[in-house]
């Protein structure tokens, strides 16, 4: 019998999904589990002799376990129980639905090899999944962690965000970055570039649609200064559940170089802030991680 190693957000969720409740799913299912909660001290030393490991709650959660298990000697096959208001990573790697249904998936699931950005000379933070960038972006993770507005719904939350958003964009003034991008210069004013990784961040925002998380190469959304207006619109449109696409200007990139003369950044939704100018480097590092995808 395989051994699933259950790390779980006691936080996220609901009622239906408590940590019992989701061990009895895995156990049902024909597994061996053994529970970990991201809230109690020393779930980082789980047993290595586990087969899977299920990460239960949402991209916060993925990030805070990922970067434990890149610390780690062996490579472990990772399910996800998507349990968190985005999904932003869940929802690009195509794992949603019941999730019954996806324990039950795993014993016929194939692996999909994942990479991350790699933040070669940054002591802030040494990776991302999702995304890093500058911008209105950081302004909004700042804002609502400063805040700590409480949503009714998962939905009503993604709205808020979008809204908070579209605001920022109209007080934000765009700073001026030298961006190289394999070697060639993009610089320019921005409101916001974002190097990604996954299709979404924040309150899914898609910024990259067509991204490929497995594909060897990062996705470099830039939005220039002359753009200002097509992005509210863009956000204005999402607020009320519109599907009209925004051309984001995107480039394939295996290398960023990024010099920023601004202060806040982030890496997924981890802020982050320069102390001095510094210049970034951000390499692709491909099939870092391995995910239980349903066939």
Sequence with gaps: MK???????????????SSKKLAALIESAGFACRL????????????????????AGGDGTVRKVIKELLNKKKK?????????????????????????????????????KVDIGTLVNFAEASFFLEGFGFG???????????RD???????????????????????????????????TDHSGNFYMVEVMNMRSIGPNLMLAPYADPGDGELDVI??????????????LQKMVGGEEEYQFHTLKAKQVKIFYNGKHLHADDKMLKLKKETE????????????????
């Design 136 to 146: 209105i972006f950081p302004y909004l993770v700042k804002e609502i962690k400063d």
């Design 76 to 112: 472990y096959p990772i399910g996800l129980l998507p349990l968190g208001t985005a999904n932003n990573i869940a929802k690009t790697l195509g794992v949603s639905g019941n999730i019954k249904q996806i324990v039950r998936s795993w014993k016929t699931s194939t692996i999909k």
């Design 222 to 235: 830039l939005i220039p200064e002359a753009h200002k207006e097509k992005f509210a619109d863009y956000l």
């Design 149 to 183: 507005i409480k949503f009714d719904t998962p939905e009503d939350e993604l709205k808020g965000a979008l809204k908070l958003l579209h605001k920022i964009l109209f007080s934000y003034e765009p700073h001026k970055c030298h961006l190289e991008i394999d070697g």
């Design 36 to 55: 970990y909660s991201t809230k109690e001290e020393g779930w980082q030393q789980f047993d290595s002799d586990t087969d899977l490991i299920a990460i």
């Design 280 to 295: 970034i480097l951000i390499e692709i590092t491909a099939g870092s991680l391995e995910f239980l995808i349903a066939t």
């Design 3 to 17: 051994q699933v190693t259950l790390i779980y957000n006691p936080t996220a969720g609901n009622e239906e999904h």
